[in-house]
């Protein structure tokens, strides 16, 4: 798309989102008891792989789950990249070009 591109070219480009970080799974959001966690365990803190003495079943081991919410009694986690389920547009413009090294 860019090569061959002189300086001043711009174009947009849209990626759906099986083409970027993938579709949204409802199935990857999950709650936990909040006695697991730390005192300190806040929003937006992420676990690689469900927490230790998590209890939901089935769950994947290599995500990197986002705690969404905290609750007295429970927490809930996101094992979906923040940006599931989103179409992303950029606007990409050349500036400059010189060869390649």
Do not use: C, W
């Amino acid at each position: 798309m860019l090569d061959g591109q002189a300086s001043g070219f711009e174009t947009q480009v849209q990626l759906e989102p099986e083409q970027a970080f993938g579709d949204y799974h409802a199935e990857l959001v999950f709650f936990e008891t909040r006695d697991i966690f730390p005192e300190s365990v806040t929003e937006g803190m992420q676990f690689d792989g469900p927490p230790e003495g998590s209890t939901t079943p089935d769950l994947p081991k290599d995500a990197i789950y986002t705690v969404t919410e905290v609750y007295e009694t429970h927490v809930v986690l996101d094992g979906n990249h923040p940006l599931a389920g989103i179409a992303l547009r950029f606007h990409l413009e050349v500036k400059g070009v010189r060869v390649a090294t």
